[in-house]
């Protein structure tokens, strides 16, 4: 019998109305599966882990595990954090500097996020480190959230989501948060991951200093 799942509970400010019991359920739907995918990959590994496993674990039919993921890699790299990022970035003073709005958001949701899913972070991490397929889909998957916070972006700035500007700073920012993360995955986990970020916010907000 599959352990209850942990639903997370996430403080998030300007906090979207409450769920119905349709979205509650999909969403405890998709953290048994998650947990499950992440409990049987640390007992046997990730190429060992099959999709029939999981929806066994998780007490649900594969093609249950289907239409909630597209993919194996998907399980693994999928969190609820994006309205926790929008509603953070939303909630920043509206003649903020975009990037440091940017940087407070990424804090705030980080903070979040080890708070509440500390060792499913550091699993995750090992895995885009370990397993190139993961890696790879990685970057595909940054395109949803890409799309909240252009959307964001446009709202405050009167552009459009598409627009070009809007589109690179998005890439540079969440490009720099992708390389933090497999860097601090690459030397074991060791270090202040929020500090790390704010460095790559530095970086990126005066340059590479010689």
Excluded at 69 to 75: N, S, V
Excluded at 98 to 103: D, H
Excluded at 149 to 162: E, I, K, Q
């Amino acid at each position: 019998m599959a352990a209850t799942p942990r639903i997370p509970s996430f403080a998030a400010p300007d906090a979207q109305p409450p769920m119905g019991l349709r979205e509650r359920k999909k969403l405890k739907t998709r953290v048994a599966i998650r947990q499950a995918t992440y409990r049987l990959i640390r007992e046997q590994g990730y190429d060992a882990t099959t999709i029939e496993q999981i929806a066994e674990a998780a007490e649900v039919s594969p093609s249950t595990v289907f239409r909630y993921f597209a993919t194996k890699e998907d399980i693994v790299l999928t969190d609820e954090y994006d309205p926790v990022m929008e509603a953070a970035l939303r909630s920043r003073p509206a003649d903020e500097p975009p990037l440091e709005s940017v940087r407070l958001m990424m804090q705030e949701a980080l903070s979040s996020f080890l708070s509440a899913e500390d060792e499913e972070l550091r699993q995750r991490t090992r895995l885009m480190v370990e397993i190139p397929a993961i890696r790879a889909r990685m970057t595909e998957t940054m395109s949803d959230t890409a799309k909240v916070l252009a959307r964001v972006l446009a709202d405050r700035t009167g552009r459009s989501a598409d627009d070009l500007g809007i589109r690179v700073f998005i890439a540079a920012v969440l490009g720099a948060l992708r390389e933090v993360t497999l860097y601090w995955g690459e030397h074991d986990q060791e270090g202040d991951l929020l500090a790390m970020i704010n460095e790559a916010m530095d970086t990126l907000e005066g340059g590479l200093r010689l």
